[in-house]
C-alpha cells in the first residue's frame, strides 16, 4: 500500500529509486518488486516540487500507480500516451526527463502547467481543456494503422471529462471504426465504485488474460455457425458480466470493458495493462483512484488541495489580507439577486467552487444546476429555462464558453432568449497560460447580433452591470478577470446601468484613452503624465457613439484599452464606427497581441503585451512621435 505523508517536504526528499527512472526507459529497467517504493518516491517528489512552484496537486498524487504502470508496461514515447485535461500530469512530467526542470512549472519561460506537444516528446498532444484525450488517441490510432505502424494508443480520461458530450462521441466513433486503443478511466468520484476490491481485481485479471480472449473469440466462431446459438452466448456473458461489473454501458458502445480495479494497486495494473495491451479492438480498462492519495490533508479535502499555491518561507511574514475577489463580488450579488427574484436560475459546467457559487448552491439549491463538464449543455439548458419564464445566470470562465459558441449563438442569441453570461477568467490568467486565457471573448462575443456586451472596471461596476444584463431582455455578457480588483466600495443595493453609456474618469486634451475594463487605473495613471482625458467606456456592445464622437471631435489621438484580442475586439469597434462615420482621427489599438501569451505571472504577461502602465504610456508617446505631435 502507499505510505501516507502528512507535510509538504521542505527539503528536497531522498529518492535512490527515482533517481535510476528519469526516463521511461530507464523505469522500464527496474523489478517489478522496486515499483511500489519508487511510488513512494515519486510521490514524496511531486510534493516536494509543488510546494516549491504552486499548482495542481490532488489529481497528479491520486495518479502516481497509474502513470508508473503505463511508462512501465507501454514503449512510450513510442507508444501513444494521451491525458485529459493535464492537471494529472505532474508526475508524468517527473518520469519523462523533466524533473530538474519542475522547479520551473508555470513560470515564465518555465515548464506549462500541462502536457504541451513543443516540450516533450512524451507530451503527445497538447491538452488543458477536458474531454479531448479519446478523440485525440482515436485519431493517432487511424493514422498509425493507415500508415501501417505497430503502434499502441492510450487515453487517460477522469470521471469528470466524462460527462462530457465530445466524449461519448469519441467513444462511439471507435467502436465503429474498430479502432486498436485502450481508454483508462480514472475514476476518483463515481458512485460505479464500490466494486473494488479482490473478486473485482480477480475478474479484471481474468477477463483481461489472453486464455479468456482466446476462448471467447474462439467459441465465437463456433457458435456463429449455430443459427442464434451466439447471440445467446453473448447475452449470457453480457448479463453474467453485468451484475459482477459496472461496464454495460461500455460495452453497449462497443468496447471491451475490464475493471473497476484499484488503481493505487500496482501488480494489478501492470498485470492487467500486460494483458490488455495487445488485444484487438477498442479497450475500456476502469481504474478507481483517491485524489490526493498519500497526502493526508488532501485526502480529507480534496477540493482544498486540487491546486496550491507556492510554499512560503518559513518565519515569512503573514500576506495582507485583500479585499473580496471579482467572483466573490459574483457570489454574492446571485444570491441578492436570487432573494429579490425567484425566477432565477443559477447554471455553471463543474465550476462552483471557481466561479463562487458555493453560498447559492447552500440557499437557493433547487435553483442550483451544476451540469458537469457539459457547457454546451450548459448553454442551451438555460434557453430551454429561458423560453418557460425563468431567468438563468450561466456562470462560466471564457475559455470554457468557446466550446459552447454554436449554442450561444443559436439556442440563445437567434431566439432573442433572456440569459445572462457572467464570464470569469476574462483576459489573461497567469500561470496556467494560454489554454485558460480568455483572450477572445469581446471578439467572439460583439460580432453576435443582438448581445449586450459589458466590461466593469472594478468591483463595484461588474455588480452594476450584472443587474444591467440580468434586468435586459435578451442576451447579455459581463465579462470580469480573475483574482481581485482594486477594493472598490460595493453599493448594496441592485441598481443597473444606463445601457450604452460610459463615463468620462477624466478629462485632458489631446489624447484620450478609451479603456474597456480593468486597465482603467493604469490608464488613469498615465493619463496623468500625458495630461490625457480617460472614459471608462462599460459597454462594448451597444458601443457609445455620441462619447467616442465626442471625444474624437476633441482630441487629436483616440487610444483604445482593453484585455482581449486586440484583433476583432473592442478597439475594431470603435474603428469601425469612425470609418462607417467617415470620421478621420488616428486610432492606437491596444490590447492583446496576435499570438498565444505565454505562462508567466499576470504582471510578467501584462507588461509583455504592453498593457502595464509603462507599456501604454511609450506606445502613446511612439504614436505621437510618428504622427509628429
Known amino acids: 500500500m502507499p505510505k501516507t505523508f502528512h507535510e509538504i517536504p521542505r527539503v528536497r526528499p531522498t529518492t535512490p529509486l527515482l533517481d535510476r527512472a528519469a526516463t521511461p526507459q530507464q523505469l522500464r529497467r527496474l523489478g517489478e518488486a522496486e515499483l511500489e517504493t519508487?511510488?513512494?518516491?515519486?510521490?514524496?517528489?511531486?510534493l516536494y516540487a509543488v510546494g516549491l512552484t504552486g499548482g495542481h496537486f490532488g489529481a497528479?498524487?491520486?495518479?502516481?500507480?497509474?502513470?508508473?504502470?503505463?511508462?512501465?508496461?507501454?514503449?512510450?514515447?513510442?507508444?501513444?500516451?494521451?491525458?485529459?485535461?493535464g492537471h494529472q500530469a505532474y508526475p508524468h512530467k517527473i518520469l519523462t526527463g523533466r524533473r530538474e526542470q519542475m522547479a520551473t512549472l508555470r513560470q515564465k519561460g518555465g515548464l506549462a502547467a500541462f502536457p504541451r506537444r513543443s516540450e516533450s516528446e512524451y507530451d503527445t498532444f497538447g491538452v488543458g481543456h477536458s474531454s479531448t484525450s479519446i478523440g485525440a488517441a482515436l485519431g493517432m490510432a487511424i493514422a498509425a494503422r493507415m500508415q501501417g505502424v505497430d503502434r499502441k494508443t492510450v487515453a487517460v480520461i477522469g470521471d469528470g471529462a466524462l460527462t462530457a458530450g465530445m466524449a461519448f462521441e469519441a467513444l462511439n466513433h471507435a467502436s465503429d471504426v474498430g479502432a486498436n486503443m485502450l481508454v483508462v478511466l480514472n475514476d476518483n468520484d463515481m458512485s460505479i465504485s464500490h466494486n473494488v476490491g479482490g473478486?473485482?481485481?480477480?475478474?479484471?485479471k481474468l477477463l483481461s488474460s489472453r486464455t479468456y480472449t482466446t476462448v471467447r473469440e474462439g467459441s465465437k466462431k463456433v457458435l456463429s455457425r449455430l443459427p442464434?446459438?451466439?447471440?445467446?452466448?453473448?447475452?449470457?456473458?453480457?448479463?453474467?458480466?453485468?451484475?459482477?461489473?459496472?461496464?454495460?454501458?461500455?460495452?453497449?458502445?462497443?468496447?471491451?470493458?475490464?475493471?473497476?480495479?484499484?488503481?493505487?494497486?500496482?501488480?494489478?495494473?501492470?498485470?492487467?495493462?500486460?494483458?490488455?495491451?495487445?488485444?484487438?479492438?477498442?479497450?475500456?480498462?476502469?481504474?478507481?483512484?483517491?485524489?490526493?492519495?498519500?497526502?493526508?490533508?488532501?485526502?480529507l479535502d480534496p477540493i482544498t488541495w486540487h491546486a496550491i499555491s507556492k510554499l512560503e518561507p518559513q518565519g515569512a511574514p503573514p500576506k495582507k489580507p485583500s479585499g473580496p475577489k471579482y467572483s466573490?463580488?459574483?457570489?454574492?450579488?446571485?444570491?441578492?439577486?436570487?432573494?429579490?427574484?425567484?425566477?432565477?436560475?443559477?447554471?455553471?459546467?463543474?465550476?462552483?467552487?471557481?466561479?463562487?457559487?458555493?453560498?447559492?448552491?447552500?440557499?437557493?439549491?433547487?435553483?442550483?444546476?451544476d451540469v458537469a463538464i457539459a457547457e454546451q449543455h450548459a448553454v442551451t439548458l438555460a434557453a430551454g429555462m429561458a423560453c418557460e419564464g425563468a431567468k438563468p445566470v450561466v456562470a462560466i470562465y471564457s475559455t470554457f464558453l468557446q466550446?459552447?459558441?454554436?449554442?450561444?449563438?443559436?439556442?440563445?442569441?437567434?431566439?432573442?432568449?433572456?440569459?445572462?453570461?457572467?464570464?470569469?477568467?476574462?483576459?489573461?490568467?497567469?500561470?496556467?497560460?494560454?489554454?485558460?486565457?480568455?483572450?477572445?471573448?469581446?471578439?467572439?462575443?460583439?460580432?453576435?447580433?443582438?448581445?449586450?456586451?459589458?466590461?466593469?472596471?472594478?468591483?463595484?461596476?461588474?455588480?452594476?452591470?450584472?443587474?444591467?444584463?440580468?434586468?435586459?431582455?435578451?442576451?447579455?455578457?459581463v465579462r470580469y478577470p480573475r483574482g481581485n480588483g482594486p477594493n472598490a466600495p460595493l453599493e448594496p443595493g441592485?441598481?443597473?446601468?444606463?445601457?450604452?453609456?460610459?463615463?468620462?474618469?477624466?478629462?485632458?486634451?489631446?489624447?484620450?484613452?478609451?479603456?474597456?475594463?480593468?486597465?482603467?487605473?493604469?490608464?488613469l495613471q498615465v493619463a496623468g503624465s500625458l495630461g490625457a482625458s480617460v472614459a471608462d467606456m462599460r459597454f462594448v456592445k451597444p458601443l457609445d457613439e455620441t462619447l467616442v464622437r465626442q471625444l474624437a471631435d476633441s482630441h487629436e489621438l483616440l487610444v483604445t484599452i482593453e484585455e482581449n484580442s486586440v484583433m476583432g475586439g473592442a478597439g475594431s469597434a470603435v474603428g469601425e464606427f469612425l470609418a462607417r462615420e467617415g470620421i478621420q482621427r488616428p486610432l492606437l489599438q491596444l490590447g492583446l497581441p496576435d499570438q498565444y501569451v505565454e505562462h508567466a505571472k499576470p504582471a510578467e504577461m501584462l507588461a509583455e503585451c504592453g498593457l502595464d502602465a509603462a507599456g501604454i504610456e511609450a506606445a502613446v508617446h511612439a504614436r505621437l512621435a510618428l504622427l509628429g505631435l
Not at 199 to 204: D, E, F, T
Open 403 to 477: 466550446r459552447a459558441y454554436d449554442q450561444l449563438i443559436h439556442d440563445v442569441a437567434v431566439q432573442n432568449l433572456d440569459v445572462l453570461f457572467a464570464i470569469d477568467r476574462a483576459g489573461l490568467v497567469g500561470e496556467d497560460g494560454p489554454t485558460h486565457a480568455g483572450s477572445f471573448d469581446l471578439s467572439y462575443l460583439r460580432c453576435i447580433p443582438g448581445m449586450l456586451v459589458m466590461t466593469p472596471s472594478d468591483e463595484n461596476e461588474m455588480r452594476r452591470m450584472l443587474t444591467t444584463g440580468y434586468q435586459h431582455p435578451g442576451p447579455a455578457a
Open 494 to 523: 441592485l441598481e443597473p446601468l444606463e445601457i450604452g453609456k460610459g463615463v468620462i474618469r477624466r478629462q485632458g486634451a489631446k489624447v484620450a484613452l478609451l479603456v474597456f475594463g480593468v486597465q482603467l487605473p493604469q490608464a
Open 328 to 369: 466573490n463580488v459574483f457570489g454574492q450579488w446571485l444570491c441578492d439577486m436570487a432573494e429579490a427574484d425567484a425566477r432565477l436560475m443559477g447554471i455553471t459546467p463543474a465550476m462552483k467552487e471557481g466561479s463562487d457559487l458555493v453560498a447559492f448552491s447552500e440557499r437557493f439549491p433547487e435553483r442550483y444546476f
Open 199 to 204: 473478486l473485482s481485481n480477480y475478474l479484471a
Open 60 to 85: 497528479g498524487l491520486g495518479v502516481i500507480e497509474l502513470t508508473i504502470a503505463l511508462h512501465y508496461v507501454f514503449d512510450t514515447p513510442d507508444d501513444r500516451l494521451v491525458w485529459d485535461v
Open 228 to 299: 442464434g446459438a451466439w447471440e445467446i452466448a453473448r447475452r449470457t456473458e453480457e448479463y453474467a458480466k453485468g451484475m459482477l461489473v459496472p461496464g454495460t454501458l461500455f460495452e453497449e458502445l462497443g468496447w471491451n470493458y475490464i475493471g473497476p480495479i484499484d488503481g493505487h494497486d500496482l501488480p494489478t495494473l501492470v498485470h492487467t495493462l500486460r494483458n490488455m495491451r495487445d488485444l484487438e479492438g477498442p479497450q475500456f480498462l476502469h481504474v478507481v483512484t483517491k485524489k490526493g492519495k498519500g497526502f493526508a490533508p488532501a485526502e
Open 38 to 46: 519508487l511510488a513512494d518516491e515519486l510521490r514524496q517528489e511531486l
